[in-house]
C-alpha cells in the first residue's frame, strides 16, 4: 500500500535533490526568472477576472432562464473544453483569431491594417477564458442550485424582482463559492503549460512552466531549470494552501445541473438580456470548436490516414495512455484503501499524519504540475545519460500521477461506502486479500473505475507537457506531432490531428461521464 | 395592521396533473375561517396550498380569492402569505431584514415599515433579537420570524405548509397557539396542512382530509375554541 505514497514523495524528493546538487541554481534566481515569475502571475490574475467575472453572469442568465430550447445542449457543450487537450483548443483559438484565422480579415478591416494575429498575452487571455469560463459557470450553476426551493417561492411571494433576486438569494450564493472557484481557475492559469507554449511567443510572454521548458530542451540549462521549479513549486505551493485555507475543493468537477421549477417570473426585457449573455457566452466558447471541426475537415484526412507518422503517433499515444491509467487507477485504489484502513483502524482515535497524507496525497500531486515532475527526471536521467530510452516510462508514469487526483476523487466514496457496508462482514466470514476484491468490492467499484480508467486515458492522450520534454523523433504521441506539424506550418496537417485528437478524447470523456452518471 | 379579516377562498372544478396523478379540486374556505388539511403523504396536500399560492397554475378550473379571479396571476399577485417547514429565512440577513422583506422586497424600509417590523417582532416574542443571524436562532424561533413577517406582509390569507412539523409536541402546541392568538387579532383565512390530529382540533374549526388528490371529507371540529382543551389522543 505504501508503494502509492513512495511513488508521490519521490518524485517530490528528487526534484528536491536535484536542486540540492546543483549549486549554480541559486545564480540563476536572476532579473530574467523574476520578470517570467511576474508574468505568470499577471496572466493568471487576468485570465481568472476575465473569466470568473463574466461567468457570473452567465451563470445566472442560465439560473434565470430555466426552460429554453437547447438549454441542456449548451451546459453539455460548456463541459467541452474541460475534456478538450489544450493544444486542440490552442489551435482552435488560432484558427479564428489568428493571422491566417478565419476573422483575420474582419479584424483586418476593422483595425484598418493587417491583423497581426494572437500571439502573446491576448492569445493567453482568449484561450484560458475559452478553458475556464464554462468551467466556472457551471460550477456557479450548481451553488445557485444549492438554494433552497422553498427560498425561490418565497422571493416569488415576496416580489422580488431581478435585482434583489441577485442580492439577497443568487449573489451569497455565489459568493459562498467563489473564492474556491477563483482559486481554481486560478491555479489552472499559473500551470498552464501548452497555451503558452503556443500561443505565447516570444520571452515577453513566457511562464514559469514554459521557461522550465526552454531551458532544459534548447538552452540545456539544467541550473536554470531547477532555479525556475523550485520557483514554480513555491508559487503553486502557496496557491494551493490559500486555497485550502478558503475551503476551496480543487478537485471540483462539474456535474450538469438539473432543469428546475424556477418560481421567479422574468419580465421581457430581462429574458432577452439573459438570452444575449447566454448566446455571446455560446458563441465564445463554440467558436474555437467549431474552427476546429471545420479546419479539420478542409484537411486531407484521407492522406494523413495513410501517413506513417500519423499512425505510429496514434499507436504511440494509446500504447502510452492504457498503462498511464491503469497504473493510475491502480495507484488510486491502493491510496483509497490504505487510507480506509487507516481509519477504520483507528475507530474514535484522532487521524494520523499517514492517514492524512494518504487522503490528501492525491491532491499534493497537483502542486506538481507534470513539467515540474518531468523536469526534475529530466535532469537526474540527463546525468545518468539514458534521456531518450526512459522517455515511454516518464511519460507513462507522470500522466498516470496527473490523473490521480480526479481518480480517488471518484473512487473514494465508492470505496469507503462499500468498506462500511462489508468490513464487518467480511471480517467474520473471513473473506480477505484478492478474494475479497473479486467477490465483494470489485463488482461494486467497477463503474467508478471505468470513469477514472476512461477520464485517465483521454487525460495521457491529450498531454503535451511531458512528452514535449521527453518527445524525439523515435517517441512522439499526436499532441507531439501535432505541435512538430504547427511548428514546420503544415497547418492542414495540424488541423486534421487536431480533430483526430480532439475526437478520441471527447469519445473517451463520454465513456467516463456516462458511466459516472449510472453509477450515481 | 388593519385587523381586516380574511377572504375568502374558492376553488372553482381546479384540475391539476402532477406526474400521473390528476387532482381535483372544488371547495371553498369561508373567509376568516381555520382549516386544516390532513391526509397521507403525496395525497396532494402541498400542491392545494401551491395552487391557492400561485406557485402551480391548474390546468383547468378557477381560483378565487375574495371573489377576484386569481389563476395563472403570478405568486406575488396572490394575496397570501405561505410558511413552509424549512428555509423560510435568508440566512445570510439578520432577523430584523428578514422581516423587512415582506414590506419590501428591496429591504427599502419607511420609518413606518421600521416600526411594523418591530411591533410584529414584539407580538411574536422576538425582541431584542432583531440583530440575530438565523443560524443563531432556535428553530421554533425561526418560525417566529417567518410568522413576524407575515405580520407586516398583511395579506388576508395564510398558508402553513406544516411549518411545525421538526419541533417536538410542546414546542409545536406553543405555536400553534401563537398563529391562534394572531388569528384571533386579525381573522385572516388559515389554511394548514398538518399531520398531527390534536394539532388540528387545537386551532382549525373545519378538518378536511385528502386523499388521492381528491377530497375525502370535510368535518367540523365540534370544539372550534383555538387553544381550547381536548382529552389526550393516541397522537401521531
Redesign the interface.
Known amino acids: 500500500m505504501a508503494v502509492a505514497l513512495v511513488a508521490g514523495g519521490a518524485l517530490a524528493g528528487l526534484v528536491f535533490q536535484a536542486g540540492r546538487d546543483w549549486s549554480g541554481a541559486f545564480s540563476a534566481f536572476d532579473g530574467y526568472l523574476l520578470r517570467v515569475a511576474r508574468f505568470t502571475l499577471f496572466q493568471a490574475v487576468l485570465s481568472t477576472v476575465l473569466s470568473v467575472g463574466p461567468a457570473i453572469f452567465v451563470a445566472r442568465a442560465f439560473s434565470r432562464q430555466q426552460a429554453f430550447p437547447g438549454r441542456a445542449l449548451m451546459l453539455r457543450l460548456f463541459a467541452v473544453p474541460l475534456a478538450l487537450p489544450a493544444i486542440v483548443a490552442a489551435l482552435g483559438v488560432l484558427a479564428l483569431y489568428g493571422r491566417a484565422g478565419i476573422f483575420s480579415g474582419a479584424f483586418s478591416r476593422f483595425a484598418g491594417g493587417d491583423w497581426p494575429g494572437i500571439y502573446g498575452l491576448s492569445g493567453i487571455l482568449i484561450a484560458h477564458v475559452f478553458f475556464n469560463l464554462p468551467l466556472a459557470t457551471r460550477l456557479f450553476l450548481q451553488a445557485l442550485d444549492t438554494v433552497?426551493?422553498?427560498?425561490w417561492?418565497?422571493?416569488?411571494?415576496?416580489?422580488?424582482?431581478a435585482?434583489?433576486a441577485f442580492?439577497?438569494?443568487e449573489w451569497?450564493a455565489m459568493r459562498a463559492s467563489l473564492p474556491g472557484i477563483a482559486g481554481l481557475v486560478f491555479m489552472l492559469c499559473v500551470t498552464s503549460f501548452t497555451i503558452v507554449l503556443l500561443l505565447g511567443g516570444g520571452p515577453r510572454a513566457t511562464t514559469l512552466e514554459v521557461a522550465i521548458y526552454q531551458a532544459l530542451r534548447f538552452d540545456f540549462d539544467p541550473a536554470r531549470a531547477v532555479a525556475l521549479t523550485a520557483a514554480q513549486i513555491g508559487l503553486t505551493l502557496a496557491i494551493f494552501i490559500a486555497i485550502t485555507r478558503f475551503g476551496g475543493d480543487y478537485t471540483a468537477a462539474a456535474t450538469l445541473s438539473v432543469a428546475r421549477r424556477r418560481?421567479a417570473?422574468t419580465g421581457q426585457g430581462e429574458r432577452l438580456c439573459n438570452l444575449l449573455v447566454i448566446a455571446a457566452a455560446f458563441f465564445f466558447v463554440a467558436g474555437p470548436m467549431g474552427a476546429v471541426v471545420v479546419a479539420g475537415l478542409g484537411a486531407d484526412l484521407g492522406r494523413l490516414a495513410l501517413d506513417e507518422a500519423v499512425r505510429r503517433a496514434a499507436l504511440t499515444s494509446l500504447a502510452l495512455a492504457v498503462p498511464a491509467a491503469l497504473l493510475s487507477i491502480g495507484l488510486s485504489l491502493a491510496l483509497v484503501a490504505c487510507r480506509r484502513v487507516l481509519e477504520y483502524g483507528r475507530r474514535e482515535r484522532p487521524a494520523s499524519w499517514l492517514e492524512w497524507m494518504s487522503g490528501s496525497g492525491a491532491s499534493l500531486v497537483l502542486v506538481l504540475p507534470p513539467t515540474v515532475i518531468g523536469a526534475g527526471w529530466f535532469v537526474i536521467l540527463l546525468r545518468l545519460g539514458n534521456l531518450y530510452a526512459a522517455a515511454p516510462a516518464m511519460v507513462v508514469v507522470v500522466n498516470a500521477l496527473m490523473a490521480m487526483p480526479f481518480a480517488v476523487r471518484v473512487v473514494r466514496p465508492a470505496y469507503d461506502a462499500a468498506s462500511a457496508r462489508n468490513e464487518r462482514l467480511c471480517d467474520a466470514l473471513g473473506i480477505a486479500g484478492w478474494n475479497r476484491f473479486k467477490l465483494i468490492d470489485g463488482p461494486v467499484l467497477a463503474r467508478p473505475l471505468g470513469t477514472a480508467l476512461a477520464f485517465a486515458m483521454a487525460l495521457s492522450l491529450g498531454d503535451l507537457g511531458v512528452i514535449a520534454l521527453f518527445g524525439s523523433d523515435s517517441v512522439q504521441t499526436l499532441p507531439y506531432l501535432l505541435m512538430q506539424r504547427m511548428g514546420s506550418y503544415r497547418t492542414e496537417d495540424a488541423a486534421g490531428i487536431a480533430l483526430l485528437l480532439g475526437v478520441l478524447c471527447l469519445g473517451l470523456m463520454a465513456i467516463s461521464d456516462r458511466l459516472g452518471r449510472d453509477a450515481a | 395592521m388593519t385587523g381586516r379579516s380574511g377572504l375568502e377562498i374558492a376553488l372553482e372544478k381546479v384540475a391539476f396533473r402532477y406526474a400521473e396523478m390528476v387532482m381535483g379540486f372544488d371547495l371553498r374556505f369561508a373567509a376568516g375561517s381555520v382549516t386544516a388539511i390532513m391526509g397521507p403523504s403525496g395525497a396532494g396536500k402541498s400542491t392545494l396550498l401551491n395552487l391557492v399560492a400561485g406557485f402551480e397554475a391548474p390546468s383547468g378550473g378557477r381560483i378565487l380569492i375574495g371573489g377576484e379571479n386569481v389563476t395563472g396571476l403570478p405568486p406575488a399577485a396572490h394575496p397570501v402569505s405561505m410558511v413552509f417547514q424549512e428555509n423560510n429565512l435568508f440566512s445570510h440577513l439578520d432577523v430584523a431584514a428578514n422581516v423587512g422583506l415582506g414590506r419590501s422586497p428591496s429591504l427599502k424600509l419607511s420609518g413606518e415599515d421600521r416600526a411594523a417590523v418591530s411591533d410584529a417582532l414584539a407580538r411574536t416574542g422576538l425582541s431584542g433579537k432583531e440583530k440575530r443571524l438565523p443560524s443563531a436562532l432556535s428553530g421554533g424561533e425561526r418560525q417566529r420570524v417567518a410568522l413576524a413577517r407575515v405580520l407586516v406582509r398583511d395579506r388576508p390569507v395564510l398558508l402553513l405548509d406544516e411549518p411545525f412539523a421538526s419541533l417536538d409536541a410542546a414546542l409545536r402546541r406553543e405555536m400553534t397557539d401563537l398563529v391562534g392568538e394572531l388569528h384571533s387579532r386579525i381573522h385572516m383565512t388559515i389554511l394548514m396542512v398538518t399531520h398531527d390530529e390534536q394539532d388540528a382540533r387545537q386551532i382549525a374549526d373545519r378538518v378536511v382530509r385528502i386523499e388521492d388528490g381528491r377530497i375525502a371529507g370535510s368535518d367540523a371540529v365540534e370544539a372550534p375554541s383555538p387553544g381550547g382543551r381536548l382529552p389526550e389522543s393516541g397522537g401521531e
Do not use: H, S, V, W
Not at chain 1, 433552497?148 to 427560498?151: A, E, G, L, S, W
Not at chain 1, 422571493?155 to 424582482?161: F, R, S, V, Y
Open positions: 433552497p426551493d422553498d427560498q417561492r418565497l422571493a416569488a411571494q415576496l416580489g422580488m424582482g435585482r434583489p442580492r439577497f438569494l451569497p418560481y417570473a
